[in-house]
């Protein structure tokens, strides 16, 4: 059992940041992949950022150019550098984490882009 706990959500202005971090309790080295989706009122969970264990990136087409997916393996946590950020990127952000025999979300961290 692996368990993934974010931080970093909030309430944050248009065109601000935050960074989103995701503390796996087993090394992400042997993930097969690592990810974040998004969900937000009525709509379906979507991926925005992955990072597959060959060094690619991921994104959803909304957030390329603003959205930046990082690992630190030694602390094995996952980071999801947010700039310019826009009303509709308002949803609960979730880690997922995919090993070679199970997959793993985390609970959510809720993310409010308003004025």
């Known amino acids: 059992q692996v368990q993934l706990v974010e931080s970093g959500g909030g309430l944050v202005q248009p065109g601000g940041s935050l960074r989103l971090s995701c503390a796996a309790s087993?090394?992400?080295?042997?993930?097969?992949?690592m990810g974040w989706y998004r969900q937000a009122p009525a709509k379906q969970r979507e991926l925005v950022a992955g990072?597959?264990?060959?060094?690619?990136?991921d994104y959803a087409d909304s957030v390329k150019g603003r959205f930046t997916i990082s690992r630190d393996n030694p602390k094995n946590t996952v980071y999801l550098q947010m700039d310019s950020l826009k009303a509709q990127d308002t949803a609960v952000y979730y880690c997922?984490?995919?090993?070679?025999?199970?997959?793993?979300w985390g609970q959510g961290t809720q993310v409010t882009v308003s004025s």
């Open positions: 087993r090394s992400i080295f042997s993930a097969n992949y």
């Open positions: 990072s597959p264990n060959d060094g690619r990136t």
């Open positions: 997922y984490a995919r090993y070679p025999t199970d997959t793993y």
